[in-house]
Structure formats: structure tokens, C-alpha cells
């Protein structure tokens, strides 16, 4: 059974640094596309990123409010993905989920999730 | 960028209802439209891709359809268990991704 286990969460002051890891099991990390999406409190869903797998190159992408601040990688020798977040704003607080991107001929789709991990921005 | 929006943002039914949640695209996104349930403290849950195609194991009461701009996510005989908030997402601007605010199902 795949499971996606986030953690590294926790309360920061603004303009801080934090990494959030994402340990896969069940699923390699280094052969998927995988992602980040967060929701803010009593909010909705929000794409913050995605790594392409190896195969492509490893190529990133951002939403345009982390763009330049936070950064996906990956470690294939723990499996696991990462979310480095730098010059963190109290609008970043929410719970941030990592997702396993599964790519069809017609759509792409978030089908696996992890339980989540909480972020909070406050001073 | 696209942006989704879904209505109505809440409604209340009750057990046995059917119930119809929009979804409308700014721009055409053809069939590259996903539905997902997501209850309180938990992850998002899959339900329809590519518009109307069935994840494994979600019951056939849920049912999705719609192309272009306009997309519908309808519950047939609510049960409990489906009282949840749901999203629509779509991946036509893959790699970059953008979700619908969320529909909230209460019960009444």
C-alpha cells in the first residue's frame, strides 16, 4: 500500500526557513512526478509545486506566490521528497500535503496523499 | 492563468438526496477536469478524472460530466459518508495546477 508521510512542520517566525519532508513508501519518489499542495486554514487547495521524475530531468515548477522563496527536491536514496521554504510570510501558514502526480493519457491527477504536515507563520 | 469556480460554495441535503456541484473554467480546459472529496483533518480523496471517469473503488453514486468550460460533479442517494467538501481541479495548464474554492455538503 502506498503511504506519503510528511513531516517537518511547525511554528516559525516570519521570514524564517523551514524544509518539510515527504518519505515515500510503497512508490519511488525518483520515478514519479510529485508535488506539494497546501490549504491555508478553513481555505481551499492551493498547487504549490512539482518535481518531474528523473526520467525528465528533475525539471521544477512553482505557483507564482512561492516562486523564488521555496524549493522542491528530492533525496532517491532515502525516497523521500522535500519542500525547502525560505522568507516565509504568515500567508504560508496552512497544512502542506505532498502528492504522488500520476499522468494519463487525458489528465494528470493528484491520486496519492499524504495526512499532511502544519505550517505556521506568526511572530 | 485559469481559474475555477465552483458552485454553489455550501449547500445542505439530506440522506437519499441527489445533489449537482458546478464547476466553470475561465477558459476551455477540454476534459482535463478532476473531482475531489476531502472531509475534516484529512487528505483529499480522488473521486472522477478527465471529466467523468470513475477513480477505483468510488461508489457509482458519484457520477461527473461537462467539457470546454462547464463541468458537473453530481451525488445520487447521499449517504452519511458523503457529506465532505469537494474540488474541482484542473490540469490542462499542466505542470501548474489550479483548484476550485470548494463546495461544502451538509447535512440539512
Known amino acids: 500500500e502506498v503511504q506519503l508521510v510528511e513531516s517537518g512542520g511547525g511554528m516559525i517566525q516570519p521570514g524564517g526557513s523551514l524544509r518539510l519532508s515527504c518519505a515515500a513508501s510503497?512508490?519511488?519518489?525518483?520515478?514519479?512526478?510529485m508535488s506539494w499542495v497546501r490549504q491555508a486554514p478553513g481555505k481551499g487547495l492551493e498547487w504549490v509545486s512539482i518535481i518531474f521524475h528523473e526520467a525528465s530531468g528533475g525539471t521544477t515548477y512553482y505557483a507564482d506566490s512561492v516562486k523564488g522563496r521555496f524549493a522542491i527536491s528530492r533525496d532517491n536514496s532515502r525516497n523521500t521528497l522535500y519542500l525547502q521554504m525560505n522568507s516565509l510570510r504568515t500567508e504560508d501558514t496552512a497544512v502542506y500535503y505532498c502528492a504522488r502526480v500520476a499522468l494519463w493519457t487525458t489528465v494528470t491527477t493528484f491520486d496519492y496523499w499524504g495526512q499532511g504536515t502544519l505550517v505556521t507563520v506568526s511572530s | 492563468d485559469i481559474q475555477m469556480t465552483q458552485s454553489p460554495s455550501s449547500l445542505s441535503a439530506s440522506v437519499g438526496d441527489s445533489v449537482t456541484i458546478t464547476c466553470r473554467a475561465s477558459q476551455s480546459i477540454s476534459s482535463f477536469l478532476n473531482w475531489y472529496q476531502q472531509k475534516p483533518g484529512k487528505a483529499p480523496k480522488l473521486l472522477i478524472y478527465a471529466a467523468s471517469s470513475f477513480q477505483s473503488g468510488v461508489p457509482s453514486r458519484f457520477s461527473g460530466s461537462g467539457s470546454g468550460t462547464e463541468f458537473t460533479l453530481t451525488i445520487t442517494s447521499l449517504q452519511p459518508e458523503d457529506f465532505a467538501t469537494y474540488y474541482c481541479?484542473?490540469?490542462?495548464?499542466?505542470?501548474?495546477?489550479?483548484f476550485g474554492q470548494g463546495t461544502k455538503l451538509e447535512i440539512k
Open positions: 510503497d512508490l519511488t519518489v525518483r520515478t514519479n512526478y
Open positions: 481541479q484542473q490540469s490542462y495548464s499542466h505542470p501548474m495546477y489550479t
